[in-house]
């Protein structure tokens, strides 16, 4: 830390850089350096990305953790060496060997950078998550240039960069491995908005900004506000954006046709992917539009208060949210519009469009809370820097010199030591699930977390205890009831295990190779008519169960079941 110390310390800043102008909008224009990018601001960029690197290097002795273990650990399929390219043919559980989830995700990018983290550094934990922190570094050295770009100098732009990096919201997408997508869905599109914050925009930049585009989408979904943010700059860096002009002349419109191959491109490769085509997962819609401006005050809460260093989940939170706090929602989300209306009103363009850039990437995270799905801070880390950058331009930049580098060395090494505390929370499944049972007694889903963890190593009297709680907090949670079986599996009690799914849950939902373990249970055991009768349930799910079948007599499964 005295390392990190040290190069805070080298770039303590002036009030005002003298190489810098302010102009209408909200951007800046560099004299004599038209794109920012000098050799002064590498270095710059270079100071951010080692102080990144040293903040995150303790990520680097975790485990595989969570969701790590069934799309890496426990499967071969990204192993394979065609494994990059096949990525791009399937949804985000193909690695898993699982079925579609109910979002259908669709993020190929994140996929294959697992392969070729196999490929370039072997099966252990370490090689991926030096490959995150790596990721997070880079990412965080391009925000400061595009910072450099549309704030009043480097020194504000580090400043900023340096917040973005440290905080405490990003161990949910650099410490877990998994989280990854976050991170490839911002470093691409941060690459195509840094593209296109130069003005005169070439073919060459625009075929690159459209690329750039296409891969951040492929990163998550979350990369699509880049669409939008990337055609305005374009305009603003190339002044068409100016007032007074007609709307449609202010758009910069080869931007806006190269964005619109890339959805295009992105659009046609889910289509091809995905069960359901490129709609699929859009089904909770009207609920998600509902559900958006309490995720957009929680969200920035966790922004201004990373408190939380576990998992969070909001579903229960916004089920159980009385209408009083919905209405206060709802006002606080049409103030927060206004705000926006009015800087643009007002001719901080950049400023409104930053705001816009927080908003637009919270707007995916509604869609996936309302099916139960849990997370909140790995969503906050594309539209972070929407908000950083909104807040410098309509406020911040009014603090005098002197009171802003207190402001920022005390702010960023508060959020310095809770990301060190976020990280040893992300270290292994234990410690995580222990702490998100510490965060939110009343969600059953640390307690399913924490319940599977300690059944793998074999404490099955903790395991029961910890499912029997997650069932009382949600009885109609599935989970902990394949968990249950699993436990009764390793106890020998056979009918008990089927029992155990089979009366809470619909044999269309169970998973088919817990099915397959069930019979291989009952036929271990000698008892063979059971054991046919539910390989046969899961036989058209489950190829091992085909092929166990292939293996017995299948009239003998006739004559009953479990």
């Not at 363009?349 to 139960?372: D, E, F, N, Q, Y």
């Amino acid at each position: 830390m005295q390392q990190a110390g040290r190069i805070l310390a080298f770039a303590c800043w002036t009030d005002q850089d003298p190489a810098v102008v302010r102009r209408r909008g909200g951007g800046v224009q560099q004299r004599g350096e038209p794109g920012g990018a000098t050799g002064r601001h590498l270095r710059w960029a270079l100071a951010v990305a080692l102080l990144t690197v040293l903040v995150w290097s303790p990520s680097l002795s975790g485990e595989f953790v969570w969701d790590d273990v069934s799309n890496l650990v426990d499967t071969d399929r990204l192993r394979a060496p065609g494994a990059v390219l096949e990525a791009f043919r399937h949804d985000a559980m193909w690695s898993a060997g699982a079925e579609q989830a109910a979002v259908a995700t669709y993020r190929p990018l994140a996929l294959a950078s697992f392969a070729l983290d196999f490929q370039l550094h072997g099966p252990g934990p370490l090689g991926f998550h030096i490959s995150s922190v790596l990721l997070h570094a880079l990412a965080a050295a391009l925000l400061f240039l595009f910072f450099a770009r549309w704030t009043r100098g480097p020194a504000v732009a580090f400043g900023l960069a340096v917040i973005w990096a440290v905080h405490p919201t990003a161990a949910e997408a650099v410490a877990w491995i998994n989280g990854r997508s976050e991170v490839l869905a911002f470093l691409c599109g941060i690459s195509a908005a840094l593209v296109v914050s130069r003005p005169g925009l070439g073919v060459g930049r625009l075929l690159a900004a459209g690329l750039l585009l296409l891969l951040a989408l492929c990163g998550k979904e979350t990369g699509i506000i880049f669409v939008p943010v990337t055609v305005w700059l374009a305009g603003e860096a190339d002044g068409r954006a100016a007032p007074g002009r007609p709307l449609l002349e202010r758009v910069h419109w080869p931007m806006a046709v190269s964005a619109v191959a890339a959805l295009g491109a992105y659009f046609l490769l889910r289509d091809q992917a995905l069960t359901g085509g490129a709609a699929a997962g859009m089904g909770h819609a009207p609920q998600a539009v509902m559900a958006l401006p309490a995720v957009w005050a929680r969200a920035l809460q966790a922004a201004i208060m990373p408190l939380d260093r576990a998992v969070v989940h909001l579903h229960l939170w916004l089920l159980e949210m009385p209408s009083p706090e919905r209405v206060a929602y709802g006002a606080a989300a049409a103030l927060t519009l206004a705000i926006v209306g009015a800087a643009w009103w007002k001719g901080e363009r950049v400023a409104a469009v930053a705001l816009l850039w927080w908003l637009g990437s919270l707007t995916p995270v509604a869609l996936v809370v309302v099916k139960s799905w849990p997370g909140l801070y790995r969503w906050l880390y594309v539209g972070l820097p929407g908000l950083l950058l909104g807040a410098w331009l309509l406020a911040l930049h009014r603090i005098p010199g002197r009171a802003l580098r207190l402001i920022f060395f005390s702010v960023a090494g508060l959020l310095t030591l809770q990301t060190q505390r976020a990280i040893a929370v992300w270290h292994d499944d234990g410690a995580l699930w222990m702490q998100m049972i510490e965060e939110q007694p009343d969600e059953a889903f640390g307690y399913i977390g924490l319940g599977s963890y300690v059944l793998y190593r074999g404490q099955r009297d903790l395991a029961r205890e910890l499912l029997e709680k997650a069932i009382a907090l949600t009885p109609r949670r599935p989970e902990p009831y394949f968990l249950m079986a699993s436990l009764k599996i390793d106890e020998g009690d056979c009918e008990g295990a089927w029992k155990a799914v089979a009366s809470r849950v619909s044999t269309d939902i169970i998973p088919a190779h817990l099915i397959g373990q069930v019979a291989r249970c009952f036929e271990g055991r000698g008892d063979r008519a059971p054991a046919i009768s539910l390989y046969r349930l899961c036989a058209p799910r489950f190829a091992p169960c085909g092929d166990r079948l292939r293996g017995m007599n299948p009239r003998e499964g006739e004559a009953g079941g479990p």
